[in-house]
């Protein structure tokens, strides 16, 4: 197994909350790892550590094997490692393929330098859109390509996210709840572009996940989190029965 992302004892504090309590993850590359835990155990913030979007108090990111720990977000994106968000609002009154090609601009190949030089802006913008084709195709998401993103369902939604990372040539990708508020068989299909992403593109995901009892049967590995605390990992049969996990949901079963 090869470790793509590693994470040594990451740590955030808001005041006098330990948010995240030195936690450390490896991430292993072409693999779908999950954190899970109940409302507020640090999930998000930790994941906006990782990705950037908060400086940590201490702790360190490593990303193919290079220490990123002081890296703002876009420089992470350039080595590949994206986080998702829902797409902003400016965005929802663009159409799908407006929305890809906008992506496109995080791309390293995308040099401001080469701006002046029409020939080469020209191939740029080609380059561009032949790879939000290939990325519509990918996602089954070329039949919509006209609609204005706002009139996507939830689902469409998510996958243009995941579409969007794509168009940055991210390899490691990060989603806080790739399916919520997404319909069960919808759901399935999210995962299911997830694993052909990870098996037949060479991506890696990592996500947050509460909508458990779909996501565990698409998942290699379950990070499990209590008050800003790693309180399990393992395979996700392990994790979701380990008595910690288990109480750390007030008895209320994980799945
Ligand atoms: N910007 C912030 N300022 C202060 N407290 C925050 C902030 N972001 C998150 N928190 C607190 O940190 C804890 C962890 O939050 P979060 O990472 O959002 O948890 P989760 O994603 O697991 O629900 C919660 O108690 C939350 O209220
Ligand atoms: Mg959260």
Redesign the pocket.
């Known amino acids: 197994m090869a470790e793509v992302l590693k994470v040594v004892k990451a740590r955030k504090t808001?005041?006098n909350?330990v948010?995240?309590d030195d936690v450390s993850l490896s991430i292993q590359k072409n693999k779908l790892s999950m954190i899970i835990?109940?409302?507020?155990?640090?999930?998000?913030?930790?994941i906006?550590c990782i990705t950037g979007y908060?400086k940590m108090d201490s702790g360190k990111v490593y990303y193919k094997g290079k220490d990123i720990t002081d890296y703002p977000p876009h420089k992470r994106i350039e080595l590949g490692l994206t986080r998702t968000f829902q797409i902003p609002s400016p965005f929802k009154r663009l159409p799908v393929l407006d929305n890809l090609l906008a992506s496109y601009r995080f791309n390293p190949g995308a040099k401001l330098i080469n701006a002046p030089f029409r020939m080469r802006w020209v191939k740029h913008e080609a380059e561009a859109v032949e790879k939000a084709y290939e990325v519509l195709e990918l996602l089954n998401l070329t039949h919509v390509k006209d609609q204005l993103a706002e009139n996507l369902s939830g689902g469409q939604l998510k996958l243009l996210e995941i579409g969007r990372s794509l168009m940055t040539e991210a390899d490691t990708i990060v989603m806080?709840e790739p399916v919520g508020g997404v319909n069960p068989s919808l759901a399935h299909e999210i995962f299911k572009h997830i694993r052909n992403l990870i098996e037949n593109h060479g991506k890696t995901f990592l996500i947050?996940e509460h909508r458990l009892e779909v996501a565990v049967k698409y998942v290699d590995y379950v990070y499990a989190?209590a008050y800003?605390k790693l309180i399990a990992e393992g395979d996700p049969e392990t994790v979701l029965t380990d008595s910690k996990v288990v109480e750390s949901y007030l008895g209320t079963p994980v799945i």
């Open positions: 808001f005041g909350l948010a995240v835990g109940p409302n507020g155990s640090g999930k998000t913030t930790l906006n908060l806080d947050i989190m800003g």
